[in-house]
């Protein structure tokens, strides 16, 4: 069975990876099947060990290739890419792809300066994933751990005062040690799938002169190119995995990916 008959796979703790299927649906790529899992039970990974991660993300990524038949995987979520990458490769025999290396490649693209600042949670901060792949490519990375965000979008609260408040507090907090470090960023990558569901609050608040950038259009480039740009003409079939409440999948998932889920399925991973 070739490939582009396959299906993608996509995996995040919770919502946030909807930005990257979104971007994913909208590249040009042959792939038409799709299966989302979204690891809510689990959630948040962002302030959990290396081991823990490590060992929900195989789970979710052997359901993808094993029980939907994914023949390729996108790991939507920068904290698992950061922490859990090589786990997953050691334990599927299909290709995987992290979000890290296409959002270190954007910050690339977008940064005039070399001087970038990551927003991330936890877990990818203490990882220096960024930092790492940013260094590789001759930037300095300036990486803050926003663990509140998370929760407050899994909550829905995306267009929300307290988020916006949140929001303020922390970056105030990064541009200052920024300039103690005599940094001049004029890039700020959001290091986390969640992150550009509040994008625009975000926008609202960073300076002038200083450009948000995410990794979710950066992975779907680069899952395109992988395909050659080939785009499919057959319908595409979306199926959408829970591991905790598919209701409330339905109704916040519907509005972060920009249409309907449809039914989503419960599924239990701790077997
Ligand atoms: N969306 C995940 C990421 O990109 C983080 C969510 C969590 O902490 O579970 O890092």
């Given at each position: 069975?070739?490939?582009?008959?396959?299906?993608?796979?996509?995996?995040?703790?919770?919502?946030?990876?909807?930005?990257?299927?979104?971007?994913?649906?909208?590249?040009?790529?042959?792939?038409?099947?799709?299966?989302?899992?979204?690891?809510?039970?689990?959630l948040p990974y962002g302030s959990k060990s290396r081991r823990t991660i490590a060992r929900y993300a195989v789970e979710s990524a052997r359901y993808l290739v094993e029980q939907q038949n994914a023949g390729f995987l996108v790991i939507a979520c920068n904290t698992a890419s950061a922490l859990a990458l090589d786990a997953i490769e050691q334990s599927v025999s299909v290709p995987v792809l992290g979000v890290i290396t296409p959002g270190a490649a954007a910050a690339h693209a977008a940064t005039k300066t070399?001087?970038?600042?990551?927003?991330?949670?936890?877990?990818?901060?203490?990882?220096?994933?960024?930092?790492?792949?940013?260094?590789?490519?001759?930037?300095?990375?300036?990486?803050?751990?926003?663990?509140?965000?998370?929760?407050?979008?899994?909550?829905?609260?995306?267009?929300?005062?307290?988020?916006?408040?949140?929001?303020?507090?922390?970056?105030?907090?990064?541009?200052?040690?920024?300039?103690?470090?005599?940094?001049?960023?004029?890039?700020?990558?959001?290091?986390?799938?969640?992150?550009?569901?509040?994008?625009?609050?975000?926008?609202?608040?960073?300076?002038?002169?200083?450009?948000?950038?995410?990794?979710?259009?950066?992975?779907?480039?680069?899952?395109?190119?992988?395909?050659?740009?080939?785009?499919?003409?057959?319908?595409?079939?979306?199926?959408?995995?829970?591991?905790?409440?598919?209701?409330?999948?339905?109704?916040?998932?519907?509005?972060?990916?920009?249409?309907?889920?449809?039914?989503?399925?419960?599924?239990?991973?701790?077997?």
């Amino acid at each position: 069975m070739s490939l582009t008959s396959k299906t993608i796979g996509v995996f995040d703790s919770g919502f946030g990876g909807l930005t990257v299927l979104h971007a994913l649906l909208a590249a040009h790529n042959p792939v038409s099947r799709y299966a989302f899992i979204g690891d809510s039970a689990r959630l948040p990974y962002g302030s959990k060990s290396r081991r823990t991660i490590a060992r929900y993300a195989v789970e979710s990524a052997r359901y993808l290739v094993e029980q939907q038949n994914a023949g390729f995987l996108v790991i939507a979520c920068n904290t698992a890419s950061a922490l859990a990458l090589d786990a997953i490769e050691q334990s599927v025999s299909v290709p995987v792809l992290g979000v890290i290396t296409p959002g270190a490649a954007a910050a690339h693209a977008a940064t005039k300066t070399g001087d970038v600042l990551v927003i991330a949670t936890d877990a990818t901060v203490q990882s220096h994933a960024y930092a790492t792949a940013c260094s590789a490519l001759g930037l300095r990375a300036l990486e803050k751990a926003c663990p509140l965000l998370v929760p407050l979008v899994e909550e829905g609260w995306t267009d929300h005062p307290v988020t916006s408040e949140v929001i303020n507090i922390y970056l105030a907090e990064l541009l200052a040690q920024a300039a103690t470090l005599g940094m001049k960023p004029d890039t700020l990558l959001l290091g986390c799938t969640h992150y550009p569901l509040i994008r625009p609050l975000i926008e609202k608040a960073v300076p002038a002169g200083i450009r948000v950038i995410d990794s979710a259009e950066a992975t779907a480039a680069a899952v395109a190119a992988r395909f050659q740009n080939r785009k499919s003409t057959d319908p595409t079939e979306l199926r959408f995995f829970a591991t905790d409440s598919v209701e409330k999948f339905e109704r916040l998932g519907s509005r972060f990916l920009g249409q309907p889920t449809g039914p989503v399925t419960l599924v239990d991973l701790d077997g």
